[in-house]
């Protein structure tokens, strides 16, 4: 299977709505505590920061904002979405058809901030 059978697969499995679902994660996922010293450090230097993830943008913005506070809006985040359905359901919207059949879109990210 690839990575967004599985991925898709083990969404489907989840029947806690989502609101609910990020408050579980934000409750029981730790980032390590030294990025938000790296992102001090970068934003007074006015470097970006981006985050790169097969994940969920909604997921990953509440656990940053959770870790550095209101400026992690500064955080630009590169990630699959969330598709909420009106009965509550939720599927994962994966960011762009061109990824592989691992869902790893960490090259053509990359290669869209290069100066080469």
């Known amino acids: 299977m690839t990575f967004r059978e599985t991925f898709h697969d083990m969404m489907k499995s989840v029947t806690t709505p989502f609101p609910e679902c990020i408050e579980i994660l934000r409750k029981n996922i730790k980032l390590d505590p030294g990025f938000k010293e790296?992102?001090?450090w970068c934003l007074s230097r006015n470097i970006p920061v981006i985050?790169?993830?097969s994940g969920?943008?909604?997921v990953i913005s509440a656990l940053l904002k959770d870790l550095v506070g209101s400026e992690a809006d500064k955080i630009e985040i590169i990630s699959n979405d969330v598709h909420i359905d009106q009965d509550g359901t939720w599927n994962v919207v994966f960011r762009d058809d061109r990824?592989?059949?691992?869902c790893?879109?960490?090259s053509l990210s990359v290669s869209s901030y290069s100066t080469f």
Request: glycine letters at 0%.
């Open 38 to 40: 790296f992102f001090t």
């Open 56 to 58: 969920m943008r909604p």
């Open 104 to 106: 790893s879109f960490s």
């Open 99 to 102: 990824y592989n059949h691992f």
């Open 51 to 53: 985050v790169v993830s």
